[in-house]
């Protein structure tokens, strides 16, 4: 025999539910089932509650009996009031992305490194998702600028800014590369020693000199250390990603720097010069710079001698020209001192 309830005994059994739900609120339910666009939960409702099935994946390739198993209680946020049938809307993604900020703020603290796939490439950069929340990598901190060829690409990446309010979450990939660089670089300064001929590649030019990667390491050739002939500008003789052999002529081990030589390799020119020159002796040379004080003058291979500038007027009322780089000139050493690198010239030649 079936007992029929009436619509008053069914309001008392209502009344049993502890029904003060609103949204905000962060609840307990259990999965009760699936739908095609929707998963039903139990949270002691007058009726299951829904959660669409965009509030229940973290990822778009998410599946959500994967996430939300049947039977199993999860933390839920109510994001919608009551519709017509008296069930509420509710939301597993919010709550879980709340806690994959919390997470990910311990990560920034301890300075970790987090997985993110790259999503879609934007002005300025790339979208990465991590733990489900999308975040930004400027171009910058790519180590590959080619942003098209990354998408659906694993990036291993530090967080440099983490802000949950403004949905602020800019990270590098740069940074975990130049963290683990900077251990290398310890570790191979280390072993460097002034007199070392090591093999290196030019990674910068800059107008005092070229910087040239010797293993995980940015040394610093100076202008003046590149040849023994005057160089006006390093990529007057280097390219970029050059293949060269260069002396370690310094190391600072507390700052990390070193300097390198590549003229140290050749013969000293002045030595040579030593034994064919003297005093006295007419010679004949190319003018290679003009200055207001005077011109230079190589003499010998890689050796230059000044001829001074009343030297120069002398010359040029003499002869009825005006000398220029690459005029070849007749003149006379009135001075060498080798051991300072000087050599005067006159062009009051004695017959």
Request: include cysteine; glycine fraction near 6%; aromatic fraction near 6%.
């Amino acid at each position: 025999m079936t007992t029929r309830v009436t619509d008053e005994e069914f309001n008392e059994l209502l009344k049993n539910y502890d029904y003060s739900f609103k949204v905000g609120d962060i609840v307990k339910g259990k999965v009760f089932s699936y739908s095609s666009d929707a998963i039903l939960v139990d949270i002691g409702a007058k009726t299951n509650a829904i959660c669409p099935q965009r509030e229940a994946k973290l990822n778009r390739d998410d599946n959500v009996k994967e996430i939300l198993k049947k039977d199993e209680t999860y933390d839920f946020l109510i994001i919608q009031e009551e519709d017509e049938e008296g069930r509420l809307t509710v939301s597993y993604k919010k709550v879980a992305l709340a806690q994959c900020w919390q997470e990910l703020e311990a990560v920034k603290a301890q300075d970790k490194i987090v997985e993110g796939i790259v999503v879609s490439p934007v002005k300025g950069g790339v979208l990465v998702e991590v733990m489900g929340i999308r975040g930004f990598v400027p171009s910058s901190h790519l180590r590959v600028k080619e942003d098209e060829s990354l998408i659906n690409q694993k990036l291993e990446l530090k967080i440099l800014t983490l802000d949950m309010a403004q949905n602020n979450f800019i990270l590098s990939n740069k940074k975990v590369y130049a963290d683990s660089a900077e251990d290398i670089k310890k570790d191979i300064f280390t072993q460097l020693e002034v007199g070392q001929v090591v093999k290196g590649e030019v990674s910068r030019i800059a107008d005092f000199g070229a910087f040239v990667d010797i293993g995980g390491v940015d040394g610093l050739l100076p202008l003046s250390q590149i040849s023994w002939r005057w160089v006006d500008h390093p990529q007057d003789v280097l390219k970029i990603g050059e293949k060269i052999n260069v002396e370690i002529i310094s190391v600072d081990y507390d700052k990390n720097r070193v300097s390198l030589s590549l003229k140290n390799l050749e013969p000293d020119p002045w030595v040579e010069a030593k034994g064919k020159i003297n005093e006295g002796q007419r010679i004949q040379g190319k003018i290679t710079r003009l200055k207001h004080f005077g011109a230079f003058v190589e003499v010998c291979p890689c050796v230059e001698a000044l001829l001074p500038q009343n030297e120069v007027i002398q010359y040029q009322n003499e002869h009825g020209v005006v000398l220029e780089v690459g005029d070849t000139i007749e003149t006379m050493i009135i001075k060498f001192n080798a051991d300072d690198r000087r050599i005067a010239l006159t062009v009051n030649i004695e017959q």
